[in-house]
């Protein structure tokens, strides 16, 4: 029979090789043109003679070199679930590198069908949890965590386990429970040190995230502490991204002691590298966080022009978000020359497109500086009504630094009035928020 040879490759294997062939021919290329530099003309040969099985990886380059799908050469091929967990694992793993959650999304589902252990499952689940916590999805985000942990040890997985407890810290980060985001990066970080976690990049992601929330928690040694050996682990592993966001971290806590000149030159340092390797959210966080500190240190035309900018490059890129975080500092800018109905427009133009996308805490940045504005314009219900409404979400996102900076702004607005008891209860928010009750 045509169909068995000594390598005990099946008739399955040579309509894999027919179908090969034929697109091979059909785009006129040669079996060398084909085989390219990783692999050779003879192992295509055999291959389209039914000869050898070429693994995942190797009919995945083929494939696309022949501008088909995967699956067009599978066909009614019988492989392995192990293989087909294989493929499906690193295709996922390819496309979370890119952000592309819906191709995640795509592979992990048959890829949970043929997961050989608990491990490799768990594997697929922070896989698919990243996507969740993507989508803003973080109820979902905590039922694929636990059922992750449930499936692993941290004396057996130690890489995998810190993975996923630094993604439940990612999602009570972004929920504003900050103790509870504290408590699972920490619990990250010691499962990394314990079990002597050789990856660096993981290190540095877990220090860096929990310096962010240390900060956040008016913490600042403590989020200088987790920095600073980020930032020296990323330099030394030539990870750009994780020193630019260490020198974006050490930039925010040094804005946060009011030491605006050392913040600035931190955040150019995190701005270059940002730039260097051309990851656009956090170049666009830098832009504007350098707006910000240059609006509040008085420099107007600076920080215009480093709202202009990141305006334009978000623009650019089409992302919307930092779009609306630089309007709302150019509607700050805007007031302050005295034009209150252009900086209303852009503030309430901000805050609704931040509002679409879930951001609360910018969202409540924007319904501020509408207040202001309406401030400005004599408006004082409606200014009242947007203070209190801008400091609802620093409340319900669980910001409590934002929300105490809102209620001081509101507390200086109600006594130029001479309303002076609702100046007071500000001020009391105001202190509540700065000493972290």
């Known amino acids: 029979m045509a169909g068995k040879h000594g390598t005990g490759v099946t008739t399955a294997a040579g309509g894999l090789g027919e179908r090969v062939r034929a697109a091979r021919k059909e785009l006129g290329l040669s079996q060398a043109q084909l085989a390219g530099e990783e692999l050779t003309k003879g192992f295509i040969s055999q291959l389209?003679?039914?000869?050898?099985?070429?693994?995942?990886?190797?009919?995945?380059?083929?494939?696309?070199?022949?501008?088909?799908?995967?699956?067009?050469?599978?066909?009614?091929?019988?492989?392995?679930?192990?293989?087909?967990?294989?493929?499906?694992?690193?295709?996922?793993?390819?496309?979370?590198?890119r952000r592309d959650w819906d191709q995640v999304r795509a592979h992990v589902a048959p890829g949970l069908d043929h997961a050989p252990d608990g491990r490799d499952r768990a594997a697929l689940l922070h896989l698919v949890g990243r996507a969740e916590i993507a989508a803003r999805a973080f109820e979902r985000t905590f039922d694929l965590v636990t059922e992750g942990l449930s499936l692993t040890e941290a004396a057996t997985d130690p890489e995998l386990v810190a993975n996923l407890l630094s993604l439940r810290g990612h999602a009570y980060g972004e929920l504003g429970q900050l103790v509870a985001c504290t408590e699972a990066y920490e619990a990250a970080l010691d499962v990394v040190e314990k079990y002597e976690v050789v990856d660096t990049r993981l290190r540095s992601r877990i220090l860096i995230s929990l310096g962010t929330v240390y900060r956040r928690l008016g913490r600042t040694s403590k989020a200088i502490a987790a920095y600073e050996p980020a930032l020296a682990m990323a330099s030394r592993s030539s990870e750009l991204l994780l020193a630019a966001r260490g020198f974006m971290g050490i930039?925010?806590?040094?804005?946060?002691?009011?030491?605006?000149?050392?913040?600035?030159?931190?955040?150019?340092?995190?701005?270059?590298?940002?730039?260097?390797?051309?990851?656009?959210?956090?170049?666009?966080?830098?832009?504007?966080?350098?707006?910000?500190?240059?609006?509040?240190?008085?420099?107007?035309?600076?920080?215009?022009?480093?709202?202009?900018?990141?305006?334009?490059?978000?623009?650019?890129?089409?992302?919307?978000?930092?779009?609306?975080?630089?309007?709302?500092?150019?509607?700050?800018?805007?007031?302050?020359?005295?034009?209150?109905?252009?900086?209303?427009?852009?503030?309430?133009?901000?805050?609704?497109?931040l509002e679409e996308l879930g951001d609360k805490i910018q969202q409540a940045d924007a319904v501020g500086a509408t207040a202001a504005a309406y401030e400005a314009m004599g408006l004082v219900k409606d200014a009242d009504a947007a203070y209190r409404a801008s400091i609802g979400l620093y409340t319900g996102a669980g910001d409590a630094a934002d929300r105490s900076g809102m209620a001081a702004e509101y507390a200086r607005v109600l006594r130029a009035r001479g309303e002076i008891d609702k100046a007071f209860e500000m001020l009391e928010m105001a202190r509540a928020g700065s000493s972290g009750r």
């Open 251 to 353: 930039a925010v806590t040094h804005y946060d002691s009011g030491e605006l000149d050392s913040a600035i030159g931190y955040y150019r340092r995190a701005l270059d590298l940002f730039q260097r390797i051309s990851d656009i959210d956090f170049e666009l966080s830098t832009l504007q966080s350098i707006a910000t500190i240059q609006f509040e240190n008085g420099e107007f035309d600076k920080a215009r022009s480093s709202a202009e900018r990141a305006m334009t490059r978000a623009l650019e890129v089409g992302n919307a978000h930092w779009a609306g975080v630089a309007e709302v500092v150019l509607a700050r800018i805007v007031l302050r020359e005295g034009r209150a109905q252009d900086a209303l427009r852009m503030a309430k133009h901000a805050a609704a497109i």
């Open 48 to 97: 389209e003679s039914g000869l050898v099985r070429p693994s995942i990886r190797s009919l995945q380059l083929i494939a696309g070199r022949l501008g088909k799908p995967l699956d067009y050469f599978l066909g009614d091929e019988s492989l392995a679930g192990g293989k087909r967990f294989a493929f499906h694992k690193l295709a996922a793993e390819a496309a979370a590198e």
